[in-house]
């Protein structure tokens, strides 16, 4: 049984959905897409095979046009919340992409309504689909390293080269803390378990960044239990580039955990840039650890448990009420580099 969808949103990433991440999820068939900007619809109609009858300028007229079981929200994430409410209003589930929203309050609007509703409501969270990470949580949970001690994430790429007026992504808001350091904020949460409490966040602004706001930024994070995060994250990097996941050490009583993820090279989603080694203590070197396969990686493997999950399968673990704390310390790190001060993590 395939699921129904109307894919909204199909400009620069929105349109690699449509052309890279949705084809292979056999449970999924594209009722309708929507986007505003008729050449970027028509472009993505016409790469993907799709009646012009089945292509709208808005979600309300597709909605009115055709039978679907759900709504994917690839639009900007300042639309992301109203689309939602009036998917979820007309009936149907929604997988919306990372952030779920600006704010955790505005998030927790559409995770009342949902509710509410009875409706599937999933942020996509893809980096959590890869291997590497819930290795990781699958050793951390069996204590594999004692108490834990301190965690530093390194995450850099240069891109810094494209002309200003066409490249988008110059523009986004906070381009580093909430369209990239976002995934590693869910990813902390994710293997350790805990919940952060509060962050100090601090962005610099080298002369010579093409990006309207920060493109590069160091934290410390402090977890429930005590631990402290040390992140840099940045666009501006002429190091070496890490893996989009970034580069993880974790350190404990016992050892340390090194791993990385979503590394690979070619044009599908696979885990071949994952790694993950245990350096125990008293030994000399670590140990590289065998990693899991699977059928599908990345955005196809969310829209694939979504999908499950609406025919009645498990429900997904980034749920929109599970996500609220990964947006709530993304909230909090933009206003610690506002201003200039440790900011409480306050979940709505």
Do not use: C
Request: glycine share 8%; charged share 20%; net charge negative.
């Amino acid at each position: 049984m395939s699921i129904k969808v109307i894919h909204v949103g199909l400009g620069g990433w929105g349109g690699n959905w449509a052309r890279q991440a949705i084809p292979p999820v056999r449970e999924v068939e594209v009722a309708a897409i929507v986007d505003p900007h008729e050449p970027t619809l028509r472009a993505v109609q016409a790469d993907i095979g799709i009646p012009a009858e089945r292509a709208f300028a808005s979600l309300t007229a597709a909605l009115a046009a055709v039978q679907a079981d759900a709504v994917v929200i690839t639009a900007p994430a300042v639309v992301h919340i109203p689309l939602a409410i009036e998917a979820l209003e007309a009936g149907k589930h929604v997988l919306v992409e990372k952030p779920f929203a600006n704010t955790a309050a505005e998030a927790l609007t559409a995770v009342q309504r949902a509710e509410e509703l009875g409706l599937i409501l999933q942020v996509s969270q893809n980096y959590r689909s890869y291997p590497a990470p819930k290795v990781v949580r699958d050793l951390l949970e069996r204590g594999e390293l004692g108490e834990l001690a301190a965690i530093n994430i390194d995450f850099r790429q240069w891109d810094n080269d494209l002309p200003k007026e066409t490249h988008r992504h110059y523009a986004f808001p906070h381009p580093m803390i909430n369209d990239m350091a976002i995934h590693h904020f869910d990813l902390l949460r994710m293997v350790t378990g805990q919940e952060a409490v509060r962050v100090y966040a601090k962005a610099s602004y080298p002369s010579f960044s093409k990006y309207g706001e920060e493109a590069q930024a160091a934290m410390t994070i402090e977890m429930a239990n005590g631990l402290v995060v040390s992140y840099r994250g940045s666009w501006l990097s002429r190091g070496k580039p890490t893996a989009w996941a970034g580069e993880w050490s974790i350190q404990g009583e016992d050892g340390e955990i090194f791993f990385t993820s979503r590394g690979s090279k070619g044009p599908v989603e696979d885990a071949s840039g994952d790694l993950v080694t245990i350096l125990r203590s008293g030994k000399k070197r670590p140990e590289t650890l065998p990693l899991p396969e699977a059928e599908l990686y990345d955005r196809s493997a969310g829209l694939q448990v979504f999908a499950r999950a609406i025919a009645g399968g498990p429900a997904p673990e980034t749920l929109g009420r599970s996500n609220l704390g990964s947006l709530a310390l993304m909230e909090a790190a933009a206003r610690s580099a506002a201003s200039g001060r440790v900011e409480e993590v306050v979940l709505p």
